[in-house]
């Protein structure tokens, strides 16, 4: 089953480029070591016109999903906390279609 995690910073005021800085490094580390079973893919996307807020989606794919978050996941999520406001959320796969 395929599910999403994503995990959403509203940065505090004057940490906006540190916590973009600390969301690329996150990136990188979890490409270069992918010890991560079940993880098919990650990006990080920031909001297009209110500065600091970002979203790190993190794509599943297991037989079980993990509903309360994976344990990367909820890692992630307390590293950032320390930037600003933050908010974890699990999405299960109802359809999917390729153009």
């Known amino acids: 089953m395929s ?6 910073l509203q940065a505090a005021c004057g940490s ?7 969301l690329e490094l996150i990136a990188q580390s979890i490409v270069r070591n992918s010890d991560c079973p079940g993880l098919v893919s990650l990006a990080i996307y920031r909001q297009a016109v209110l500065q600091g807020s970002f979203e790190l989606r993190l794509n599943w794919c297991s037989a079980i999903p993990q509903t309360e978050g994976s344990k990367l996941g909820l890692s992630l ?11 974890h959320s699990i999405w299960l796969e109802i359809r999917s279609e390729k153009q």
Do not use: F, P
Request: glycine share 4%.
């Open 77 to 87: 999520l307390q590293l950032l906390k320390r930037y600003g406001l933050t908010s």
């Open 3 to 8: 599910w999403i995690e994503i995990i959403r």
């Open 16 to 22: 906006e480029t540190q916590a973009r800085r600390e």
